[in-house]
């Protein structure tokens, strides 16, 4: 080795220095892009070479490019992002569902029910007064109408959470298909050497992504692919290839839907995952429970509550007689006989169902005994006292024993607590979710300070090779002039 | 640990958005004066608060009821005490008569008098407030004592109501009767005479004994006039009774009333003056932490290279 072996070891290092300059050059310049990971140049010295009989140094050269990355937040952060997703999505529906229970500002099912009760007694105090009864009929309808506005709103909850669906599902469809489509990239650009590292980095945020839409775990194969599969079994991405989810019409209710997986490549194995994802977390878990599970138990309640309102009621009204000797009317319109083992009738709160059955003031059945026969007279207010303690009467209904007016206090309640629940959930999450992701930045992060410095380390050493030529050169020159 | 520059920033704002959101709290309270605006805000004072309104709505109704039949019950009062004047004076005209003085003007004087007498009982037994008859039991829609002529000349005053008290709801579960029944009041109960002094008919037998001069007949009356004040006034502390129940009911109505609101005021009102310290305390620490995050992000080693 001679002279010119001093200019390879100086040319190793010019190029060496340039490549760390350049990967540094790209930390720097990817300093703000979300889900990238710093990476760092691992010099090596070259194999040395036999020099005169001893072993001699041969410069250095990149031995690889390594990106900064820890799994185990990798798995914590997706963790988080599933719960955050599943908590955020059923915080924001529900939190909808609770304004109808919110009586702080407004007027509510709860005053419309306590003005009900009060016209009964206004009635009892004047049973032939026109003004009297046309309030309670008029009061009558506004509480029927509360029902009635309260029911649909949470009918168009739960549609538009399964509307919602079909915007998740497409999303994670497209979120598998990169995935896949990173995962044969990664395959085909490490075969040739070397790590595929911002193909990584995408591909880690994408896997970020999908475990806020749906409950994912994953594993890392030998050849680099990655696979994910849903928390309950199936797989989503293995390998190249991604399977796929669609939406059907449910067969009991077709305005909802049913969410179908589809393994890639086999058009003709659907299976309907509906009930696996409702426990897998993830925004798909949050919407399917909020659909099937959270407001159904609200208007369960709701339901309940019309029908044991409107069956006590018309079995005292219908006992008792009008001004005209009216009797056996319903005040409500009678429900339609419960499907067992329910004790009330679905859907009875919305339109359609409950819903004032008297016309005329006078058939109002105040009294007790027929006004019009010899023993009776319009004074007779005994009905219309006992449709007025009514209000005090405790019923045994789902939700524990109480009035009427109790239960829609408790129903209150229950989705006030649910609401708390959801969002003491999701701030924990969120919390917790930007703990790990500090952690993560604080691992993988690009510090420019740190970034500067490597510039001027790899700049001076840069300009440390280009001396070496120089001398090197002048080496040569003199060699070179030793024979003239 | 290492520090970044994007984990000092996304930790600057994480910050500020938590102390967004405590500064929106506290200024939803501080605009409604409530602490709690929905029932997440606070479940378990939702339930009550819910619960001691449906409570205040029915003391509230309460009250209307006692009202209305505190105003039966004046109307019944006035009409007995006025009922009980009447009856005075035919007394007083049957006494006169009783020792058969047999001047005859004198005697077609007190029949003339003691018809208009009964025909004043009569209307005093159809005495109505609003719309109803009070004294007709059930049948408040006609007049309870009718007024068709008899052949005497004076009013019937049969009785065609019925024997029902007319209660209403003073309280949860408590109910008073406001009202008492014409013909136990007048007619000594149905038929007439069977449980009490037959008022109207003492007065009816008192004009034919006018009429026929008989001055026997007359002093054989003379003892059912007594009988026939100790009724009225025992009818009249019997609406007194009521009326006393009625009023211990308006009072404790009215302090559960007071106390309701206390208690809902309690659960449910904000403390302003706490509300507007933490508002300003939060204002200051966004303030700082508006401050700290300009000044830190500023420094960098750029600054000193060359």
């Known amino acids: ?25 790209e930390n720097i310049a990817n300093v703000n892009t979300p889900g990238y990971s710093r990476q760092t140049a691992l010099l090596q010295t070259r194999t040395p070479i036999l020099s005169s009989g001893f072993p001699m140094g041969n410069g250095v050269e990149v031995g690889s490019v390594r990106r900064v990355y820890d799994d185990f937040l990798q798995r914590q952060i997706r963790l ?61 309808e ?20 399964d509307r919602s669906l079909q915007g998740v599902t497409a999303e994670v469809n497209q979120l598998t298909d990169g995935i896949a489509t990173l995962n044969q990239q990664i395959n085909e650009l490490e075969a040739m050497g070397g790590e595929a590292n911002e193909q990584r980095d995408s591909r880690d945020s994408l896997v970020r992504d999908l475990a806020s839409k749906v409950g994912i775990t994953y594993l890392e194969q030998a050849d680099g692919t990655v696979t994910v599969s849903l928390a309950a079994g199936p797989n989503l991405v293995n390998g190249s290839r991604a399977a796929t ?17 589809t393994p890639s490549g086999s058009a003709s194995s659907t299976t309907d995952i509906t009930s696996i994802l409702a426990s ?47 009797t056996g009317l319903p005040f409500f319109t009678p429900p339609t006989a419960p499907v067992p083992p329910a004790t009330f009738t679905a859907g009875y709160s919305g339109i359609g169902g409950i819903s004032v059955a008297i016309a005329t003031t006078a058939d109002i059945a105040a009294a007790q005994s027929d006004p019009t026969a010899a023993g009776g007279g319009k004074g007779d207010n005994r009905n219309a006292l006992a449709l007025g303690d009514l209000r005090n009467t405790q019923f045994a209904m789902a939700g524990g024993v109480s009035t009427i007016e109790g239960y829609y206090a408790l129903l209150a309640n229950d989705v006030g607590m649910t609401v708390q629940g959801l969002n003491q959930a999701q701030t924990q999450s969120q919390t917790l979710g930007n703990q790990l992701e500090a952690l993560r930045q604080a691992g ?9 410095a490597n510039l001027l380390k790899y700049q001076k050493a840069f300009e440390g090779a280009a001396k070496l030529i120089n001398a090197s050169t002048e080496m040569l020159d003199t060699v070179l002039n030793m024979v003239r | 640990m290492r520090v970044t520059e994007s984990m000092t920033f996304s930790t600057m704002i994480n910050n500020m958005q938590t102390l967004r959101e405590k500064l929106a709290k ?33 003391t509230d109704q309460y009250l209307s009821n006692i009202k209305t039949g505190n105003a039966w019950l004046k109307q019944a009062e006035s009409a007995l005490s006025s009922i009980s004047d009447v009856i005075g004076k035919a007394k007083d005209a049957a006494f006169s008569m009783a020792n058969g003085s047999g001047d005859p003007a004198l005697a077609t004087s007190m029949t003339s008098l003691i018809r208009q007498l009964k025909e004043e009982v009569v209307v005093l037994g159809n005495t109505k407030y609003g719309d109803s008859y009070i004294f007709g039991g059930y049948k408040t829609e006609s007049a309870p004592f009718s007024t068709t002529l008899l052949a005497n000349g004076s009013v019937d005053g049969t009785y065609n109501g019925t024997a029902d008290s007319i209660r209403v709801e003073i309280g949860p579960g408590s109910s008073s009767p406001i009202n008492l029944t014409g013909d136990s009041v007048l007619r ?119």
Do not use: C
């Not at chain 2, 709690?36 to 001691?52: E, R």
């Open chain 1, 1 to 25: 080795m001679g002279v010119s072996g001093l200019l390879d070891i100086a040319k190793s290092a010019l190029f060496t220095q340039r490549m760390a300059l350049d990967v540094t050059g």
């Open chain 1, 80 to 140: 988080e992002n599933g719960r955050y997703g599943e908590a955020s999505t059923s915080h924001s529906s529900m939190k909808r569902v609770e304004q109808l229970f919110s009586e702080f500002g407004t007027d509510g099912l709860g005053t419309s029910l306590s003005d009900f009760f009060n016209a009964w007694q206004d009635l009892s105090l004047n049973p032939g007064g026109e003004a009297e009864r046309q309030t309670l009929l008029v009061r009558s």
């Open chain 1, 142 to 161: 506004a509480l029927v109408d509360r029902f009635h506005q309260t029911a649909t709103y949470l009918d168009q909850v739960r549609l538009e959470a």
């Open chain 1, 245 to 261: 989810l669609s939406l059907q019409p449910n067969v009991a209710d077709p305005q909802m839907h049913d969410v179908l997986y």
């Open chain 1, 280 to 326: 897998s977390g993830g925004e798909l878990a949050g919407t399917i429970s909020t659909r099937d599970t959270l407001v159904p138990k609200v208007m369960a309640g709701l339901d309940e509550m019309a029908y044991t309102l409107a069956t006590q009621v018309n079995t005292i009204h219908s006992s008792g007689y009008g001004l005209n000797g009216s």
């Open chain 1, 444 to 452: 993988s992060g690009v510090s420019l300070d740190e970034e500067f």
């Open chain 2, 26 to 58: 506290l200024q939803e309270q501080a605009a409604t004066t409530y602490k709690v605006n929905a029932p997440s805000d606070d479940p378990q004072a939702t339930l009550q608060i819910y619960n001691l309104k449906g409570v205040k709505a029915a």
């Open chain 2, 188 to 306: 000594g109960g149905t038929p007439p005479g069977s449980t009490g002094t037959d008022v109207v008919g003492m007065l009816d037998n008192l004009l034919n004994a006018l009429t026929a001069n008989d001055s026997a007949a007359i002093q054989a009356l003379l003892p059912q006039f007594g009988k026939a004040m100790d009724q009225i006034t025992a009818a009249r502390s019997e609406v007194g009774a009521r009326m006393v129940r009625l009023d211990t009911g308006r009072s404790m109505q009215e302090s559960v009333q007071v106390n309701l609101t206390d208690v809902i005021s309690g659960a449910q009102d904000a403390d302003m003056v706490k509300v507007m310290t933490e508002l300003s305390q939060q204002q200051t620490v966004l303030q700082a932490s508006l401050a700290s995050s300009a000044k830190i992000s500023q420094v960098s080693l750029l600054d000193y290279l060359k």
